[in-house]
């Protein structure tokens, strides 16, 4: 990727509206790329690629947003959204890439996202097993500290901790996120030796269940242990900062979770700014995820725009809205809103009292295309997910 570029939104007119037609089979193959109309923003364009974007997107019916200051010369580069047809598009694509400057890098990145925008299969490879997707997977959550913002102290015990486990997976859970050490807003940093004993009981006791376990840690020495204990993931929410994390997940073969948050735990809420949110979640995202998957290997990375972590309320609603760019990375998202402060603010209730509110989030995410979906509540999210999934896809529901 030379250049950051996602889809910003697209209207895909679906094959069973031409069919009650009864149109042509030739119609419908000519028809179809007309019917699927995409918005694709591209940052840091220079200015001589960026005139010759804009006229050929004009040359085929299509029109390109660039920086006013393109028109007198004075940007030296700019940011451009383009809107057109998925036909229009392979149009603009076939000749940008034979124009001269970097217009074929422009060409090659609009290509890349519409592609993985479109992209709805995915697998991600365990060292033991391949989990296909969809279906949408749960990661049920096991906290095993003291102080978590929703369920602190619930299962600190390994008897409990253990039995929560087994709940999870009876009630449906694909993997188990094991934690050790809380990260919500200005939590406190407990040292490796702490946050391994009180992961490691736990993790050796579940590796019998015989679902995936992640270890939801950012230090490599923890993921180390954890994975030579059973876990069989890494959920970093530093998103790969420590180097060493990474090496760790190619010497066991795992895959890995790599979530954006600003600064740490203990001063992620303090005032978080962003000049353009989706620029800076999307690239660090993009970025890192094809850098791993260089590494480890495609199906075995998946991202995570780190919901509550670094955010504002109005950021968090706003990443939810549009958590669709995300896809454009080309890796499964993973999404964790579970019982968060940003769904409190609105509706001024405890975490205790916020099941329903994350109901609707992620019901929306699965309507966006999410892939994983990290909670505290796995029966009830469950339900959610299978009738939301009927609504994407009517086919599944039954007769």
Not at 17 to 41: N, Q, S
Not at 139 to 152: Q, V
Request: glycine share 6%.
């Amino acid at each position: 990727m030379k250049f950051i570029t996602y889809v910003v939104d697209s209207c895909e007119i679906e094959e069973e509206w031409f069919h009650k037609t009864h149109c042509d089979v030739r119609g419908l193959e000519i028809m179809l790329p007309k019917a699927r109309f995409y918005a694709v923003m591209i940052y840091g364009i220079p200015l001589k690629e960026a005139i010759i974007l804009k006229e050929e997107a004009l040359a085929r019916g299509m029109d390109c947003s660039l920086s006013r200051d393109v028109a007198s010369l004075k940007a030296k580069f700019t940011n451009a959204l383009i809107f057109g047809n998925e036909r229009q598009f392979s149009s603009l694509i076939e000749k940008m890439k034979l124009q001269p400057f970097k217009c074929s890098e422009i060409a090659m990145d609009m290509y890349e996202a519409l592609q993985n925008h479109k992209k709805e299969e995915y697998e991600i490879e365990f060292p033991q097993e391949k989990m296909k997707i969809p279906p949408v997977r749960i990661m049920g959550i096991l906290n095993i500290t003291p102080d978590s913002f929703y369920d602190g102290m619930k299962y600190y015990d390994l008897e409990k901790a253990v039995e929560r486990a087994k709940n999870m997976a009876e009630n449906g859970a694909d993997i188990i996120d094991v934690g050790g050490e809380s990260t919500r807003p200005f939590a406190q940093e407990v040292s490796e030796e702490e946050e391994i004993k009180r992961i490691l009981p736990v993790i050796e006791e579940i590796s019998e269940l015989r679902i995936p376990i992640s270890v939801d840690t950012y230090k490599p020495e923890v993921a180390e242990k954890a994975i030579e204990a059973g876990a069989q993931m890494i959920n970093d929410v530093s998103g790969l900062r420590n180097p060493r994390m990474l090496e760790v997940a190619k010497e066991y073969d795992v895959p890995v979770v790599i979530m954006h948050m600003r600064g740490k735990p203990k001063n992620m809420q303090r005032n978080p700014k962003y000049s353009d949110l989706f620029r800076e979640i999307y690239g660090y995202l993009k970025v890192k995820g094809d850098y791993a998957a260089e590494i480890l290997g495609k199906n075995k990375v998946l991202i995570d725009p780190g919901i509550g972590f670094g955010k504002t309320a109005r950021n968090n609603y706003e990443i939810m809205k549009y958590i669709h760019i995300f896809r454009s990375a080309g890796y499964p998202i993973l999404l964790g809103t579970s019982r968060k402060s940003f769904i409190g603010k609105v509706l001024d209730k405890p975490p205790e009292k916020r099941l329903f509110g994350t109901i609707a989030t992620i019901t929306s995410a699965v309507l966006c295309g999410v892939s994983v979906l990290r909670v505290h509540d796995v029966s009830e999210v469950k339900d959610a997910v299978r009738v939301a999934e009927c609504i994407l896809k009517p086919t599944k529901s039954p007769e």
